[in-house]
């Protein structure tokens, strides 16, 4: 199933429930540099935090329908994901000026708290 924009795909098949559709774990998922952030909201994890943590998100994933283990994977797959987030740019032949301006979305506090729990 896609959405109205032909290349934004939200569901996919759900693997724990075959012939089920879930949304997407990592649907609309956008960087954001630090010279933006301030105007981007921020969704919170759970109502008792307002500043995002990666403990949080994973401490809260029973909520969600999953357990701390399925969290855990979810969180390796989007980790190792984006890593190579600088060597994609090059790639996609991103210029190099907007490559550092986006190092900001990907490298900061966040990611190596995760890393710390992976």
Known sequence: M???IERDEFFRAEQRSPGRWALSPAYDLNPVPEIDR?????T???????EPAIAAAVDAAPRFGLKAAEA???LR???H???GWRNTGKQLRIKASTIDVYA??????LRD???KLL
């Open 104 to 109: 900001t979305a990907f490298e900061h506090p």
């Open 77 to 79: 797959e989007v980790f």
């Open 2 to 4: 896609r959405s109205s």
């Open 44 to 50: 919170a994890i759970t109502e008792y935090q307002e």
């Open 38 to 42: 301030r105007h981007t909201p921020k």
């Open 113 to 115: 708290e995760a890393h």
């Open 81 to 83: 994901a984006v890593s």
């Open 72 to 74: 855990k994977v979810i």
